[in-house]
């Protein structure tokens, strides 16, 4: 998921130089947005196996 973004991010940079600014802010939310949801999935994957007695995948 976090490629994904990246992915999304690079495209938003690569419009954006190229003066697509509606594909540009488009691809900036959209990287936004999966970022948001890798972090939240992140943390809750850590909470997890610290309830479980696990270490996290690192």
Do not use: C, E, N, Y
């Amino acid at each position: 998921m976090l490629g994904w973004a990246i992915t999304f991010f690079i495209v938003a940079i690569v419009a954006a130089v190229f003066g697509f600014g509606g594909i540009a802010a488009a691809a900036t939310d959209i990287a936004k947005i999966l970022f948001v949801v890798f972090l939240a999935l992140f943390v809750v994957s850590v909470i997890f196996h610290l309830v479980r007695g696990r270490k996290p995948p690192l």
